[in-house]
C-alpha cells in the first residue's frame, strides 16, 4: 500500500515538472526575442500562461525578482516587482495615512505598464476581501 502512495506521488512530481518545461519550450518565438530586446542578458527567465493567455516570465536581476507580461504576439504589457511600504515615495505614504488609516497592506508591487506608465498597486485587506488602489508616485489615484 505504502509502495502505491509513492509511486503515485513520483508520478505526480514528474508530471508536474513536466508541464514546467512544456509551457517553456512552448514560448512563442516572438515572445521569446521580446523579453530578450527588453531584459538584454537575462537568458533564463522561468515562463508561465497567465488567466488572459499571456505569457508571464519570472527573472531575476541584481537579486530582484521580477514578473514581466507578454501577449503572445510578443507585445509587452507590464513588469512588475514586489516592494516594501519604506519603498513607497513618500506622497503615496501620506496618501494612505490619510485615505486608509492602519487598514492592512497585503502587498505592494512597483509596475511599469505600457498602458499605464508607472504606478504602484497598494493592496489592502478589508472586511475580509483583498482592494487594489494604484497610485502615481505623486500620490494621486490612477483611474
Known sequence: MKKNHILALMTFIMAFLGCQNTVKSQTPKEVQEAFQAKYPGENDPDWEIDSNGNYESHFKIDGVKYRADFSPEGEW?????NIDKKDLPEPIRTAIKSNYGNEKITEIEKVDSAS??????VEFKRKGKNMDVEYRASGE???
Open 77 to 81: 504589457i507590464e513588469t512588475e516587482t
Open 141 to 143: 489615484v490612477v483611474k
Open 116 to 121: 499605464k506608465g508607472l504606478f504602484y498597486d
